[in-house]
């Protein structure tokens, strides 16, 4: 007679079967008798899972994994599996003042306090708008239970008389209009609402469906799971499969760090070239790396990304929205063109239980107007590129925006191609920059760069979305719609523009933006890689003397407690030194 091997002791049975502390245990339990669980349902040995809800009516973009939880549930219960749901620090990107980005890592921090000290083996991480996805993904990191992505899906695709209107692009593209006279402010509300038609994240490739592609892209989701439409049946099926698939996750000890390896993100940063993704994906993955433990440098987004071909037809980089974008195949049939390109690394496990490559297996796009084939693509090149120089250690530009306006004006001129100088504009801060722009004095013209400083993670605090600065409504009167841009802030993934950001050390932690002055020369090398300022050591040696640009007083406990803590853009603007906690939940918490 053979004998089935005893099952591994699950992590929750410490709290609810534990025969050295009976008096804990039932502590633990009873309370959760009060809506009904029975007490044999959570002894049985049976694994516990954490449905960590970031919807509620704060957070629009994610409110409908309220419902979608009841089939997470379902399929939890369905595996054999005890859902228990609870919700997660709530993060709205467009909505949170100052800024969004000072909120993830307190989700973070906030997330891994509830999968560490609670009785979970296993979690559905229910994601969406633009910083759900990179937190749970670090807290993930960081605990290293089994950790399964379910993403909400974009809105279903916006129109106004008959054009197509993206979220977030919208707004960018009808304030140029606006400025320029061609619109009346209830034009540009109206348009821009019609932008948002249903339940679900921003339906551009903006961050959101960036974030959501790189958490499948890592492995980290089910296959197809990123693309599909919020309101459409099969995000509920994608939900009751996922829960599923959580249960089986426990059993077959698959966790994040098995998965979120270093050939995993540079996966993630392929795919985000080749979708034309957010600039956020670059400090968010490099948290998540961070916390999985992987190193990931600036020269890797130039070394693995910047090659990579834009495939994705998908605004602000194409033509289409969402809906269109899953239905071509969605994130699978973008990596399946890498695949056959031989630009991915097949063999990275996935919470499938298969391989990658075993799950792009036919995913090949039918639709070719909306995912071009990698031979055929919309634009080459079209990763990041890294910059350098005495502004900044370190800067990102969006190259798959760059317009033919923008490459005719600024790139091609005869003897130096894609070398160009200019006069700097620097604005401290967003306030600044609204109130001076229009400003008849300020002498910008078509040979101007606009900079924008106090915007990272120090100076804001939290990192603030404006680096993509409109001209001033004279010169967008006069056709010019753009003008280069810098900063040490971040721009929306939404934003057409060609920005130059995340530029670390930022100007409040002393990096050279901080001694930029009006009126400086800038010169900025988009083949060799650099942006500098041409001014002297002197001159800058007597402007180090008059001390950083002032910026803002921390107006509550975690923007003081952020500050104290948060690395910058380069590094993922994490907590510093929060990465030497990793795989915490091997070692049980005390009673
Ligand atoms: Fe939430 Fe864009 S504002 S997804
Ligand atoms: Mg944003």
């Not at 620097?426 to 300020?442: K, M, Q, T």
């Not at 921390?554 to 923007?559: G, K, R």
Request: net charge negative; charged share 25%; hydrophobic share 35%.
């Amino acid at each position: 007679m053979t004998k089935t091997p005893p099952k591994p002791r699950l992590r929750s049975q410490d709290w609810f079967d534990n025969p050295d502390h009976a008096d804990m245990t039932a502590l633990y339990l009873e309370r959760f008798m009060n809506y009904g669980t029975t007490p044999e349902e959570l002894r049985a040995g049976r694994p516990i899972i954490g449905i960590a809800q970031s919807g509620s009516d704060l957070s629009p973009c994610n409110r409908h994994h309220l419902d979608l939880a009841k089939r997470v549930r379902d399929g939890i219960r369905d595996a054999g599996g005890i859902p228990i749901e609870f919700p997660t620090h709530t993060l709205f990107e467009n909505c949170k003042r100052p800024t969004a980005a000072l909120d993830r890592n307190l989700a973070y921090l906030g997330l891994v306090e509830l999968l560490y000290g609670y009785p979970f083996d296993g979690v559905v991480l229910t994601t969406g708008c633009d910083k759900t996805t990179p937190s749970a993904l670090m807290a993930a990191a960081t605990v290293d239970i089994p950790a399964i992505v379910l993403s909400g899906g974009p809105m279903l695709d916006g129109w106004h008389e008959g054009d197509l209107v993206g979220s977030g692009t919208v707004i960018w593209r009808s304030r140029r209009k606006y400025g320029a006279g061609e619109i009346t402010r209830e034009e540009f509300l109206e348009t821009a609402l019609e932008s948002a038609p249903s339940v679900g994240h921003c339906n551009t490739m903006g961050t959101a469906s960036t974030m959501n592609a790189i958490a499948e892209a890592l492995g980290m989701s089910l296959t197809g799971c990123a693309a599909i439409p919020a309101a459409y049946r099969e995000r509920g099926q994608m939900a009751y499969r996922t829960g599923k698939r959580a249960v089986e996750l426990v059993h077959e000890d698959l966790r994040p760090s098995d998965i979120m390896t270093r050939p995993a993100f540079l996966n993630a940063i392929r795919v985000n070239a080749a979708i034309g993704g957010s600039t956020n994906a670059q400090p968010h993955i490099a948290a998540m790396a961070k916390h999985a433990g992987v190193e990931i440098t600036a020269k890797d987004w130039q070394t693995y990304g910047y090659d990579i071909p834009l495939l994705a037809n998908v605004q602000p980089a194409g033509k289409y929205l969402g809906e269109r974008f899953h239905r071509a195949g969605g994130v699978p049939a973008i990596m399946w063109e890498l695949m056959e390109a031989g630009k991915l690394d097949l063999s990275c496990r996935t919470v499938t239980g298969q391989n990658m490559g075993a799950n792009l297996e036919g995913r090949q796009s039918s639709d070719r107007e909306v995912i071009l084939p990698y031979g055929a693509p919309m634009m080459e090149r079209a990763g990041f590129f890294v910059l350098t120089g005495n502004l900044f250690d370190f800067a990102i530009m969006k190259t798959s925006v760059i317009s033919e306006d923008f490459r005719r004006r600024y790139l091609t001129t005869p003897g130096s191609e894609g070398v160009f100088e200019g006069t700097a504009f620097v604005f401290d801060g967003s306030e600044d920059y609204h109130a001076r722009i229009n400003d008849p004095a300020l002498d910008i013209d078509e040979h101007s760069i606009l900079v924008i400083r106090g915007a990272g993670p120090l100076g804001w605090p939290g990192s603030a979305e404006v680096v993509n600065m409109q001209p001033p409504d004279r010169l967008l009167k006069r056709g010019i719609t753009s003008l280069p841009t810098l900063g040490d802030g971040r721009q929306s993934g939404t934003a057409d523009s060609p920005s130059i950001l995340n530029a670390s050390p930022e100007s409040a932690a002393g990096g050279g933006l901080a001694w930029i002055r009006t009126g400086d020369r800038l010169r900025i090398d988009l083949t060799g890689g650099r942006c500098d300022m041409l001014v002297s050591d002197a001159e800058l040696d007597r402007r180090k003397a008059e001390g950083l640009p002032k910026v803002p007083p921390s107006a509550t406990p975690w923007q003081q407690l952020y500050r104290e803590t948060v690395t910058q853009m380069q590094d993922g603007a994490t907590i510093r030194g929060a990465e030497k906690f990793r795989a915490i939940s091997r070692k049980l918490p005390r009673h």
